[in-house]
Nanobody, 120 residues
Framework: QVQLVESGGGLVQAGGSLRLSCVAS????????MGWYRQAPGKQRELVAV???????NYADSVKGRFTISRDNAKNAVYLQMNSLKPEDTAVYYC??????????????WGQGTQVTVSS
């Protein structure tokens, strides 16, 4: 019913920047919070940043001051600007959304993930 598609991952040197995008499509009535999570090899998936429909944000301590989450409600999109990247930021990054579909049921949807690799 709903698909989230991420883009923007890739390989970058330490200190560089990347911008991730995620667009939701399908039978969407409204979207509440959206967020970015990441999972490094051998580790659990962790929250990176979240943004409410009103624009309030929250970040993991490890990315505060370096990453910025934003959204475009008209486009059903969420973005993650990542600056001053470090090798420890290397992970698969997943987009997440709490979405009311047209049948008025809220479900949590996930994107397929995009790889971010930061070389030292």
């Amino acid at each position: 019913q709903v698909q989230l598609v991420e883009s923007g991952g890739g390989l970058v040197q330490a200190g560089g920047s990347l911008r991730l995008s995620c667009v939701a499509s399908g039978r969407i009535f409204s979207i509440n919070a959206m967020g970015w999570y990441r999972q490094a090899p051998g580790k659990q998936r962790e929250l990176v940043a979240v943004i409410t429909s009103g624009g309030s944000t929250n970040y993991a301590d490890s990315v505060k001051g370096r990453f910025t989450i934003s959204r475009d409600n008209a486009k059903n999109a969420v973005y993650l600007q990542m600056n001053s990247l470090k090798p420890e930021d290397t992970a698969v990054y997943y987009c997440n959304g709490n979405i009311f579909t047209t049948d008025k049921i809220m479900r949590v949807y996930w994107g397929q993930g995009t790889q971010v690799t930061v070389s030292s």
